[in-house]
């Protein structure tokens, strides 16, 4: 017979005893981005935008944004679900292809800028203080005082029309914030036990860095590659705007650029739909980025 006087423990529910403990950084930041109601729905509106422009790529919709196939001004109609532009063309069909190309431009430079700036970021913190930093700080600190337009005009007419010429003087900018904080973790994590140790079993500097050293950045990697993402999306369409970027497709920068003179005549349909598709992509990406930059931020693992 049990002794009244002692509380026994009530015992632990078997769902809390089933569950498994997150103890890794990638386990505690997908419990955190699951509890992210707000970074849940940008990445569900993100993956419909995505597959509007993976049907794009295989030819599933989207293919006759070119053609004139309605009158001028057409309203929205069964033909024309959102109406047509100046020339007759399906404005629904033209902000559908805008999204495969405002995809192309986000992953390109993303991968781009995010793969560059990580290399030159662990270059730079691991031989810190040496000629090799010194030079690649001058590098980021020349490009990062470069007026960002005035520089894509000088790529631009330099190129004389090259239609990529708007993707090199993105990565060649966007590249400089990923590495300076790449180069602040890997001075960081350079001092640490793990490579110390890399260093006294005779591993090769570069083995170190590819091995040991950038791995462990992945997180700031995968953040900044959202970032610049959103950023490389939001500047094709001013570029766009301004005649210096897409020259061979369509866009919502060439878009709106077309709706200036349609606005004139009390035409908006072209520049609200353009608009929309592009804040709504927008406004969904940096909720996802948000949440993931939340949850991988190590301040707030549990201690």
């Known amino acids: 017979m049990s002794d009244p006087g002692i509380i026994l423990p009530a015992p632990e529910p078997a769902a809390a005893r089933l569950r498994p403990e997150r103890t890794s950084l990638w386990g505690r930041a997908l419990d955190q981005f699951r509890r992210d109601h707000a970074a849940i729905t940008g990445l569900a509106i993100v993956a419909v935008f995505f597959l509007m422009a993976v049907g794009v790529w295989f030819g599933w919709w989207g293919t006759q944004w070119s053609q004139a196939l309605g009158g001028r001004w057409e309203g929205p109609s069964g033909g024309h679900w959102l109406g047509t532009n100046l020339l007759g063309q399906d404005i629904f069909q033209r902000a559908v292809y805008s ?41 980021m600190g020349t490009l990062d005082s470069i007026p960002f337009y005035l520089f894509v005009a000088a ?51 570069f083995r170190i860095i590819f091995r040991h050293l950038l791995p462990n950045t ?10 610049v993402f959103v950023s490389a999306i939001k500047a094709e369409v001013i570029l766009s705007f301004l005649g210096l970027g897409v020259q061979d497709g369509v866009s919502w920068g060439l878009m709106i650029a077309e709706s200036t ?12 739909v353009a608009s929309s598709f592009m804040f709504v992509l927008v406004m969904a990406f940096n909720l996802f980025s948000d949440g993931l930059q939340d949850a991988l931020d190590p301040r707030r693992a549990p201690r």
Not at 106 to 124: F, M, P
Not at 218 to 227: A, K, N, R
Not at 261 to 267: K, P, S, W, Y
């Open 218 to 227: 992945f997180h700031i990697l995968l953040v900044q590659g959202t970032i």
């Open 261 to 272: 003179q349609e606005v004139l005549a009390g035409q908006y349909m072209n520049f609200i």
């Open 155 to 205: 790529v631009a007419v330099a190129m004389a029309g090259n239609p990529w010429a708007m993707h090199i003087a993105m990565v060649a900018t966007f590249w400089t914030t990923t590495a300076r904080l790449v180069r602040g973790e890997v001075i960081k994590l350079k001092n640490l036990e793990f490579v110390e140790a890399a260093h006294a079993i005779g591993l090769g500097q």
């Open 99 to 139: 999204t495969r190309t405002a995809f192309e431009i986000g992953l390109i430079v993303a991968i781009l800028s995010t793969l560059l700036g990580g290399l030159l970021g662990a270059l730079s913190g691991f031989y810190s203080s040496r000629w090799i930093d010194s030079v690649l700080l001058w590098l």
